[in-house]
C-alpha cells in the first residue's frame, strides 16, 4: 500500500530579478520549495499557492502575452499549438510520491502562457510536462488578482491540479516548482512591411525607488489535507548606482 503522507508542511520560496536594475525592464523569477516536517516522509498533494508581487511590479508595465493561448488548444497541441507571442515565461517542476516506504520523483517542464482572461482577470496558464517516470500533460491556472496591501500590487491565485500516479494510485505531491515571468530566453514576432520580424518583449518595470528591506513577495499554500503553510522572500535592493 502507498505510504500515508504526513499532515504538516514546510515550504520556502525564492525570486530574483534578471537584471537587478532599478527603473530597469526586468524578468522575475520565483520558485518554492514544499517538504513534509517529518523527514523522509512525502508531503500532502499541494492544492493553491497565492503568490503576492510587489507594490510596482505588474505584466501591466510590460509588453508580454501580445497573444493570447486557448487552454483546449494548449492541452491538445501544448505550447506549440499556440503563439509565441503568447508566451510569458518558463521553468521545471518535481513531484513526489512514496510507494511502500519508498519515494519516487517525477520531474516536468514549466511553459508559462497568456490565457484568456478569468473572472475577468488577467490568467497565467502554468503548462507543465512530465515525461519520466509518469508521462502527463497538466494547467496550472492562475489569476492575477489585485490587493489593497500597500506592499503588494496584486497576487498570482494559481490552482494546482490533482494527478494520480496510476489508477487509484496516490496523489503526486508537487515539491519543487520555479518559473520565468519575463523576456529572459523569448521570442515574438510581428510584421513589418509583409515580413515577419523576430524581437524580443519589454520586461517588467522595475520601480526606480526600492523599498526598505528590498522588494517583498509572499506566498500561501494550500493542501490536500487542509493544512497551510506560509513563506516569504525579497529581491534585495540593488547597490547604489545601479539603475537602467
Known amino acids: 500500500m502507498p505510504a500515508a503522507a504526513d499532515t504538516s508542511q514546510r515550504a520556502s520560496l525564492e525570486v530574483a530579478f534578471s537584471p537587478d536594475k532599478l527603473g530597469a525592464s526586468t524578468t522575475v523569477e520565483f520558485g518554492f520549495h514544499v517538504q513534509s516536517s517529518t523527514a523522509g516522509r512525502v508531503p500532502s498533494p499541494l492544492t493553491n499557492i497565492d503568490l503576492d508581487l510587489p507594490a510596482g511590479i505588474s505584466l501591466a508595465t510590460s509588453s508580454l502575452g501580445l497573444a493570447v493561448c486557448q487552454q483546449e488548444v494548449l492541452l491538445e497541441q501544448g505550447p506549440a499549438g499556440c503563439h509565441a507571442n503568447a508566451r510569458i515565461g518558463a521553468g521545471t517542476a518535481r513531484g513526489e510520491i512514496a510507494v511502500a516506504g519508498e519515494i519516487f520523483t517525477e520531474s516536468a ?80 514576432y510581428k510584421h513589418i512591411h509583409g515580413k515577419i520580424v523576430p524581437f524580443r518583449p519589454r520586461g517588467i518595470a522595475v520601480p526606480g ?36
Open 109 to 188: 517542464t514549466v511553459d508559462a502562457l497568456l490565457g484568456p482572461p478569468a473572472h475577468e482577470n488577467e490568467q497565467v496558464m502554468f503548462y507543465v510536462a512530465g515525461a519520466e517516470p509518469l508521462s502527463a500533460e497538466l494547467i496550472f491556472p492562475g489569476e492575477l488578482l489585485l490587493t489593497a496591501s500597500p506592499r503588494y500590487s496584486g497576487s498570482l491565485d494559481t490552482s494546482i491540479p490533482l494527478v494520480r500516479a496510476w489508477s487509484a494510485g496516490p496523489y503526486i505531491a508537487l515539491t519543487s516548482f520555479s518559473s520565468t515571468l519575463g523576456p529572459l530566453g523569448l521570442t515574438y
Open 209 to 244: 525607488r526600492c523599498p526598505r528591506g528590498g522588494f517583498p513577495f509572499a506566498a500561501t499554500f494550500a493542501f490536500l489535507d487542509g493544512s497551510h503553510a506560509s513563506a516569504q522572500a525579497a529581491v534585495p535592493c540593488p547597490r547604489a548606482g545601479t539603475r537602467g
